[in-house]
T-cell receptor
Framework: DTAVSQTPKYLVTQMGNDKSIKCEQNLGHDTMYWYKQDSKKFLKIMFSYNNKELIINETVPNRFSPKSPDKAHLNLHINSLELGDSAVYFC????????????FGPGTRLTVL | GENVEQHPSTLSVQEGDSAVIKCTYSDSASNYFPWYKQELGKGPQLIIDIRSNVGEKKDQRIAVTLNKTAKHFSLHITETQPEDSAVYFCAVGTNAGKSTFGDGTTLTVKP
């Protein structure tokens, strides 16, 4: 029943490690997003894919690499994790890019020690 | 790029009172203005949205007004209830698919 799901929900890791977060949506949407929400609750877009093609790539370190194997999945891989990467990462999807109501996943809380 | 300012950052009201949150934006090409509610430990969820060809939209106790000339829009919640307590985000969208979010308003409704 879950519309947008993310795994894992919590991720605790050491500095310098590489980790991945997976996202899947079963809504049949064409567009998917990754957002970062910091400790002050600010929500910033990182990437957006439409039909598996990257359409938005904000100023994000190239240690972050999204991958969309198909329209229903958008994964986020992070290399060489840093303390400042600690945040909650949200995946979202929308039907398209026009008037795009977004459906958010439950979030992945990443803690880098 | 788009610049979205949201005020106030915190808002405390008594149950039954009204709450108003305001956002301003900079890009006149923006044409979609949603509001999201984020409860503790969950992802944001759309509560109401408005398109640029409409000035006002209402859904039960919540309403959104848009002034395209002045580039600002507001969320109005009437007869607030404790379950309205959450963080509220405005967002501004364009045809290119990018939504820029405001910094959020933490609303507390006191019983």
């Amino acid at each position: 029943d879950t519309a947008v799901s993310q795994t894992p929900k919590y991720l605790v890791t050491q500095m310098g490690n590489d980790k991945s977060i997976k996202c899947e949506q079963n809504l049949g949407h064409d567009t998917m997003y990754w957002y970062k929400q910091d400790s002050k609750k600010f929500l910033k877009i990182m990437f957006s894919y439409n039909n598996k093609e990257l359409i938005i790539n904000e100023t994000v370190p190239n240690r972050f690499s999204p991958k969309s194997p198909d329209k229903a999945h958008l994964n986020l891989h992070i290399n060489s994790l840093e303390l400042g990467d600690s945040a909650v990462y949200f995946c979202a999807s929308s039907r398209g890019t026009l008037y795009n109501e977004q459906f958010f996943g439950p979030g992945t809380r990443l803690t880098v020690l | 790029g788009e610049n979205v300012e949201q005020h106030p950052s915190t808002l405390s009201v008594q149950e039954g009172d009204s709450a108003v949150i305001k956002c301003t934006y900079s890009d006149s090409a923006s044409n979609y203005f949603p509001w999201y509610k984020q409860e503790l430990g969950k992802g944001p969820q759309l509560i109401i949205d408005i398109r640029s060809n409409v000035g006002e939209k209402k859904d039960q106790r919540i309403a959104v007004t848009l002034n395209k000339t002045a580039k600002h829009f507001s969320l109005h919640i009437t007869e607030t209830q404790p379950e309205d307590s959450a963080v509220y985000f405005c967002a501004v969208g364009t045809n290119a698919g990018k939504s820029t979010f405001g910094d959020g308003t933490t609303l507390t409704v006191k019983p």
